[in-house]
């Protein structure tokens, strides 16, 4: 009797093959979609680059704002300086060493102008060209164009040059424009001989100069001055012993005369 064989079926593709060509198509289409993103990147930052001003005229814009609130001349400022370097600390540790912005920073920043407020991590390059050219704007375009500046500025001009200038214009609060100005009218001093209790002090006005006034919240100024402080520890600045004793510093506020 013939032995019959029974008809061969082809034989099933393992699963295993199956998942592994879906997730090749996967990574083939990420691949696709990230070249488009990094071209259209790519090309929005260089015509972000051609809309934006140039940042030549970024001396002449702070000479501007000094004379308006009649502080001095930004070569005054020596730089770095105490407060320059505690600033430094607490809004832009990286300064340094990026050019002029932060990943990071740049999304965080994003995303708060989209939730309508200021939430960030803005370089001082950036918070120098909200100073100096979008003073007014607090909208995404303004970030952007904020982040693409800040680019600029650390491209044409040095770091002290950037840090002296920032210094120069940033608000400390109590009508004082710039650092010459604040070192005066809080302390009667001029910038290079404050103590660290003094320059921690005016580096954490930055942030909020009218929730921080020492003259009128000197329980909050002394709050955030400790948070400077810590972050001079952070950083390797300071031991906690040196933090701690600026902190227990006095501070030796000027009373305003009535």
């Known amino acids: 009797m013939r032995n019959l064989r029974e008809p061969r079926t082809p034989a099933a593709r393992p699963a295993t093959q199956g998942s592994a060509s879906r997730a090749r198509r996967r990574k083939r289409a990420a691949g696709l979609v990230l070249g488009v993103l990094i071209v259209v990147g790519a090309l929005g930052s260089v015509l972000l680059w051609a809309l934006t001003p140039p940042v030549d005229d970024l001396q002449r814009r702070v000479a501007d704002r000094l004379a308006t609130h009649g502080a001095t001349e930004l070569d005054a400022l020596p730089v770095p300086d105490r407060v320059g370097q505690a600033v430094v600390a607490t809004e832009d540790s990286r300064f340094f060493s990026d050019h002029g912005v932060d990943p990071r920073g740049v999304v965080r920043g994003l995303l708060g ?21 979008t003073p007014e704007r607090t909208d995404v375009g303004a970030k952007i164009e904020q982040v693409i500046l800040g680019v600029k500025i650390d491209s044409g001009y040095s770091k002290q040059q950037i840090l002296r200038a920032y210094l120069a214009s940033v608000y400390f609060g109590q009508g004082y424009y710039g650092l010459e100005a604040a070192a005066h009218g809080y302390f009667g001093l001029a910038p290079g001989d ?14 909020a100069p009218t929730a921080y006034d020492p003259l009128t919240h000197l329980d909050l100024a002394k709050q955030r001055q400790r948070d400077v402080l810590d972050r001079l520890v952070d950083i390797g600045v300071f031991s906690r012993v040196q933090a701690d004793a600026a902190f227990a510093e006095p501070l030796r506020l000027r009373v305003p005369q009535a």
Do not use: F, I, P
């Open 113 to 133: 102008g989209l939730a309508g407020n200021e939430d960030g991590g803005a370089t001082l390059d950036q918070q120098l060209a909200k100073l100096l050219y």
């Open 194 to 207: 404050l103590s660290w209790a003094q320059a921690s002090l005016l580096a954490g006005l930055v942030q």
